[in-house]
């Protein structure tokens, strides 16, 4: 049995958003403990990265709080939450493509208070290039790189600033049998880094390798909540999403 500290490293409660008539994030409520991975799941259009961008400060809610290591981060302004040591990446790669690896990173270290010296910066940006598979290509032109090298530059990036807590919209979407199997293995070294992971994805076996827990959102409200294996054979979830999208990955 996986073993959580006590105290959430987030806290979400009564979330809610709308777009004119359309509420997307709908009274969302839930906390995810110091270490865990926590898989946010639904079919398209169910608000989960909506959801993504109202803790990270993309968005501001209508109402609800969002607490980050018991801090109502709710509105807040999205690098002030970066600095409390939040992170994400995003379902379309974001990557300075004018830039090259190292500098990429650099970009990233930005937001760590205080500002690292130098000597400590390089060995910094060296070890995420190292620990994400790009070690030796850190003047490589971002825009050179291939589709899996760009996600991994990513979230090397997102490292930077050594995040407690790191949002995964879709990381692991687009990358092919053998890319994914890479992609996985990834993502759970880095809950052995103790960070804590909320995981958007649509790929079940990544869930089933990865999640401790997962909730499930449809039409912008939470559906189930549990252990993943109960989660996924929960009747509520089969209807809205498994018997779709999911079972054909």
Wanted: a positive charge; proline letters at 4%.
């Amino acid at each position: 049995m996986i073993q959580h500290s006590a105290a959430p490293v987030l806290e979400v409660a009564g979330l809610r958003r709308a777009f004119g008539g359309l509420i997307a994030v709908n009274d969302l409520g839930f906390a995810v403990a110091s270490g865990e991975i926590m898989g946010l799941l639904g079919p398209n259009g169910s608000g989960k990265t909506t959801a993504l961008n109202l803790m990270s400060g993309v968005l501001r809610p209508d109402a609800g709080a969002i607490r980050l290591g018991g801090q109502d981060i709710a509105g807040m302004a999205s690098f002030r939450i970066a600095r409390l040591g939040l992170a994400r990446t995003f379902q379309l790669v974001r990557v300075l493509d004018g830039m090259d690896c190292r500098e990429n990173i650099k970009a990233g270290l930005a937001f760590q208070k205080p500002h690292l010296p130098e000597a400590e910066a390089v060995a910094r940006i060296d070890g995420l290039l190292d620990r994400v598979g790009l070690g030796g290509q850190d003047h490589r032109p971002a825009a050179d790189l291939t589709y899996i090298d760009r996600k991994r530059l990513e979230i090397a990036r997102a490292l930077a600033a050594r995040p407690r807590l790191l949002l995964l919209d879709e990381w692991l979407a687009g990358l092919n049998p053998s890319e994914l199997v890479i992609g996985i293995d990834l993502i759970r070294s880095l809950k052995t880094d103790g960070i804590t992971i909320v995981l958007v994805e649509h790929v079940m076996n990544a869930v089933r390798a990865l999640c401790d827990r997962c909730i499930v959102m449809s039409s912008g409200r939470k559906i189930a909540e549990g252990p993943t294996a109960e989660v996924l054979n929960d009747a509520a979830v089969v209807k809205a999403y498994l018997g779709g999208v999911a079972r054909a990955r």
